[in-house]
T-cell receptor
Framework: GQQVMQIPQYQHVQEGEDFTTYCNSS?????IQWYKQRPGGHPVFLIQ?????EVKKQKRLTFQFGEAKKNSSLHITATQTTDVGTYFC??????????FGGGTRLMVKP | GAGVSQSPSNKVTEKGKDVELRCDPI?????LYWYRQSLGQGLEFLIY????????KSGLPSDRFSAERTGGSVSTLTIQRTQQEDSAVYLC????????????FGPGTRLTVL
């Protein structure tokens, strides 16, 4: 079945440094979504990408969908302590249910 | 309601007891999902419903786990003869329709089995 993998599993950064998490699928995806889970909270939808090579920005967050639609990345510029949490990607193909990656836990040292 | 709600928020039970976890999805959402998340881990898919039917039960860890959904709305996840390894946060999510839709998560039920 479809598998979605994320790296790294954990990332410690100093406040102000950049951060990137990568998402790779074993199959071509029709869309990819990103979610953020704050410590003690539940996953919250951030964004969806559907087009090959698509890039979307939300303030300091930049999301990219690969040309082959098998990978995606989330880049945070100049991290802040409010960025702390676990970032999940989730992809689907051909109308199948979203498959979540294992998540990347981001820790930011002030 | 404004969002997905789950009850109870916390449940402490003794090993061997049965527990029922409830999920109220967003009104009008036809798809409903159950996940399990152990401390510091990712989302483990358990089961999903499209309307009242559950086409995919492959994620249920054992036959001690069952779920139902009635009236296309509320869902109950039942764990029989709980074991310590069942301790986790159980998250429910709903989406408007197609399985590819954005999922809206509830706050979860933290289950502790002593």
């Amino acid at each position: 079945g479809q598998q979605v993998m994320q790296i790294p599993q954990y990332q410690h950064v100093q406040e102000g440094e950049d951060f990137t998490t990568y998402c790779n699928s074993s199959t071509t995806l029709s869309n990819i979504q990103w979610y953020k889970q704050r410590p003690g909270g539940h996953p919250v939808f951030l964004i969806q990408l559907v087009k090959s090579g698509e890039v979307k920005k939300q303030k300091r967050l930049t999301f990219q969908f690969g040309e082959a639609k098998k990978n995606s990345s989330l880049h945070i510029t100049a991290t802040q302590t409010t960025d702390v949490g676990t970032y999940f990607c989730a992809g689907s193909n051909a109308g199948n249910m979203l498959t979540f990656g294992g998540g990347t836990r981001l820790m930011v040292k002030p | 309601g404004a969002g997905v709600s789950q009850s109870p928020s916390n449940k402490v039970t003794e090993k061997g007891k049965d527990v029922e976890l409830r999920c109220d999805p967003i009104s009008g959402h036809t798809a409903l999902y159950w996940y399990r998340q152990s401390l510091g881990q990712g989302l483990e898919f358990l089961i999903y419903f499209q309307g009242n039917s559950a086409p995919d039960k492959s994620g249920l860890p054992s036959d001690r786990f069952s779920a139902e959904r009635t009236g296309g709305s509320v869902s109950t996840l039942t764990i029989q003869r709980t074991q310590q390894e069942d301790s986790a946060v159980y998250l429910c999510a709903s989406s408007p329709g197609p399985l590819t839709d954005t999922q809206y998560f509830g706050p979860g039920t933290r289950l502790t089995v002593l």
